[in-house]
């Protein structure tokens, strides 16, 4: 006894070294990894900062050499950063033709947007500073390693070739240069005013030798050698893409604005983080008043987790940013799913007449098959969220697969060997595992509804407000549209803005037309954003107009802060709606695959019709609350999908195990019962994870209430099919096709 006591005294004392280090220190474990410099970086949702999105001009890309000036773009960008001072911006490709700059901290954002995307100014100067040529002049910049002067020796060069009509300038500046004495016989690169420099800081001026003073480099290349050392590779083709810059065969358009001022970010960020903990010690509370001893290990196992999962991230170095938030805590309320999965089996294996032990072994090895299958369908949305998702929304895929794999792992080994371990310490009384001394059946297994037989009063409520967001659906084409879309979705630009004033009705009206008065154009009308602050949305606006908008809204309002800035393109917006649509499409498809491999089709076709009624009720509830539909709507839908299928999966699997042991039993009363088994499971598994997303509701800034609201709208529509209707439907699924079936035998 004295042996089993030191080891579970020894698993908390490291369960909770681990969990402290995580909170309290996460530097000693990860931030001083040598790979890793800063941990789980934050998003500019959460820090302040800006995310403009350039775009090559349609009209003017060349399929043929797209990959090569997209790479000079990079790099043109890049260098614009680093000269305009930040070096803390990160750059990448958004698609084949749209790169993505993030720049953190940035108080100016229209003047980045005109600095970053204006069109590069590349020269060619000598020791005078005189400029002999400019971009234009250049065919092609092609990085090479070789033999490039004909001495033997191999190394790194760039071969510049000249368009005809510039060659003779080419020939008089290089012979310019080769009469220069060293070391002013050379010719410099500069990028909108300032020189290209290599790696090391150092200026790139290549000399132009001495057996070129009499006629210059003549003909149509030349090349500029860089020796053999490894480094000078970086060089070769940095310098190849900046040459390259000046001759990129289209513009660059800004098609995207998002900028967030630190004040909002850092309110977002606190507000998230208090949300989150409520939340946890909500679920904690719940599952220690409902499961006791096995929510206790449970409570140690969801601490161990939550930390596990912020070293995951550090590690990682995921952007964490709102959504990304908004995916940990609600991990946080899935990670207790497999938790009440396999307590609830627990004390079903207790009222049966188990011992504890028996009962949770039992416990763990029959929930298993449900815990993978649902898991595996949250999988498969997270990685379609990762293929279709852009910026926060691939955050917010990245914390949620990266919650439910450790939720798998804690609830799989911790949360199991903590309650063994409490078993063989002679812990046994069944109050403390939530069972009555009678092993009496609980509440919901004596109901008398029969699902089957009442199963068009169930769906009646359902397909009412199915049809109703249907007709909102078939409306769009039409011209009317009673949804929200967001800019995300139709394009244009919004600003929120401190104003510092209690907002009145006669102020509303006054803002609107004050941007009507810079823009032309009547706005959509300013929201109140609590007493102080109001959302514009106009039409899609330059940068200069945007910056003027500000300006003479400062006039009425001289202490005016921006708190939050969005442009957003028309191709944005069409790219969104495609993925948005390609989505929901793909990831119903795979689980519909998956869900029919492991049941049959019946079940598969069952659950895949409630996942649409789930999706639908959530778009009716962006239409009656008028939700704003944004990017973050993808994650929505696609997280109901993962979420509900779990909760359906999970009636499935009782089925499919009653059917082998009641084989005498109608598929009626089968389906029925197994409702009932996993009713309170299902009804306590939407709880707790709705815990924290209400916590995010009421504490939170409004773009993560927006996500809230609707994610509780589906989590409640998902638990009433689950309940309701999915059992039903693969009971009328199933019916209908043995009745097609015995007529096809009688016919033949």
């Not at 980045?112 to 065919?139: C, H, N, P, Y």
């Not at 590779?233 to 660059?252: E, M």
């Not at 949804?483 to 009206?509: M, P, Q, R």
């Amino acid at each position: 006894m004295f042996k089993r006591i030191l080891i579970f005294i020894v698993m908390l004392a490291v369960i909770a070294a681990l969990t402290a280090v995580a909170f309290t220190g996460l530097d000693l474990m990860v931030f001083k990894i040598p790979s890793v410099q800063d941990g789980i970086v934050l998003g500019l949702d959460l820090q302040g900062g800006s995310i403009i999105t350039y775009e090559a001009e349609p009209t003017q890309v060349n399929e043929s050499t797209l990959n090569e000036d997209m790479a000079a773009a990079e790099q043109m960008l890049r260098q614009r950063l680093d000269a305009l001072g930040y070096t803390e911006a990160s750059l990448y490709p958004a698609s084949a033709t749209r790169i993505r700059v993030e720049i953190p901290d940035l108080e100016d954002p229209e003047e980045a947007v005109r600095m970053i995307g204006s069109t590069a100014q590349l020269e060619f100067r000598d020791s005078t500073d005189k400029v002999w040529l400019t971009g234009d002049a250049v065919e092609l910049a092609r990085a090479a390693y070789g033999d490039a002067t004909g001495s033997g020796v191999n190394q790194h060069y760039v071969e510049l070739t000249f368009k005809e009509e510039f060659r003779d300038d080419w020939a008089e500046a290089t012979k310019f240069a080769a009469n220069q004495t060293s070391p002013d016989n050379f010719i410099a690169i500069y990028m909108d005013g300032k020189p290209v420099l290599a790696d090391d800081g150092r200026e790139i001026k290549p000399t132009v030798e001495s057996e070129f003073a009499a006629t210059g480099i003549e003909g149509d290349s030349c090349v500029v050698t860089f020796g053999q050392t490894s480094g000078a590779s970086n060089d070769v083709r940095d310098f190849a893409n900046l040459i390259n810059i000046g001759k990129l065969p289209f513009q660059l358009n800004q098609v995207q604005l998002s900028s967030v001022g630190p004040t909002l970010g850092a309110d977002s960020l606190n507000t998230s983080l208090i949300a989150g903990a409520i939340g946890l010690a909500l679920v904690i509370v719940f599952m220690l008043v409902y499961y006791r001893l096995p929510g206790l290990m449970a409570s140690i196992s969801l601490a161990f987790y939550t930390a596990l999962v912020a070293i995951v991230l550090a590690v990682m170095r995921v952007n964490l940013s709102l959504p990304g938030i908004a995916g940990i805590i609600l991990s946080i309320g899935m990670a207790v799913d497999a938790n009440v999965v396999i307590f609830e089996r627990i004390k079903e294996e207790l009222r049966s007449g188990k011992t504890v032990k028996g009962s949770v072994d039992a416990g763990y090895k029959r929930a298993l098959t449900a815990i993978i299958d649902s898991n595996i369908t949250t999988v498969i949305a997270g990685v379609v969220l990762l293929a279709f998702g852009t910026g926060a929304i691939r955050g917010f895929a990245v914390t949620l697969l990266v919650g439910v794999i450790l939720s798998m792992i804690t609830v799989l080994i911790v949360s199991r060997l903590l309650l063994n371990q409490m078993v063989n310490l002679g812990v046994t009384k069944l109050p403390l595992y939530g069972v009555r001394a009678d092993r009496a059946e609980p509440r919901f297994q004596r109901i008398q509804t029969h699902f089957t037989k009442n199963f068009k009063w169930f769906g009646i409520p359902s397909l009412v407000i199915c049809l109703f967001a249907a007709v909102c659906l078939v409306l769009l084409p039409f011209g009317v549209t009673l949804f929200n879309f967001d800019i995300d979705f139709v394009g244009g630009t919004s600003f929120h803005l401190e104003t510092g004033k209690n907002l009145t009705a006669d102020d509303l009206n006054s803002i609107a037309n004050a941007v009507q008065e810079v823009t032309g154009e009547a706005p959509a009308a300013p929201q109140k954003v609590g007493e102080t602050q109001v959302l514009i949305k106009t039409n899609d606006i330059d940068s200069e107009t945007r910056e003027k908008v500000v300006e003479r809204l400062t006039q009425d309002y001289a202490g005016l802060e921006t708190l939050e800035t969005a442009n957003v393109g028309s191709s944005v917006g069409s790219d969104l709606r495609r993925a948005a649509v390609l989505s929901v499409i793909i990831a119903s498809a795979l689980i519909l695959l998956y869900i029919t491999i492991r049941f049959q089709f019946s079940s598969g076709l069952a659950a895949v019709v409630a996942l649409i009624h789930d999706l639908l009720i959530i778009l009716a509830g962006y239409v009656i609350f008028q939700i704003p539909i944004n990017m973050n709507f993808i994650a929505v839908m696609l997280t109901i999908l993962g979420y509900s299928i779990n909760s359906t999966i999970v009636v499935f699997d009782r089925v499919r195990e009653n059917r082998r042991l009641m084989q005498k039993t109608s598929f009626a009363d089968i389906v029925d019962r197994s409702i009932k088994q996993t009713m309170g499971r299902n009804i306590n598994t939407t709880l707790t994870t709705l815990l924290p997303v209400i916590c995010i509701i009421i504490l939170g800034v409004p773009s993560v209430r927006n996500f809230a609201v609707p994610l509780t709208i589906g989590l409640l529509a998902g638990m009433y099919s689950s309940i309701c209707l999915s059992g039903s439907m693969w009971h009328r699924i199933s019916n209908a096709d043995k009745t097609a079936t015995d007529k096809l035998n009688r016919k033949s």
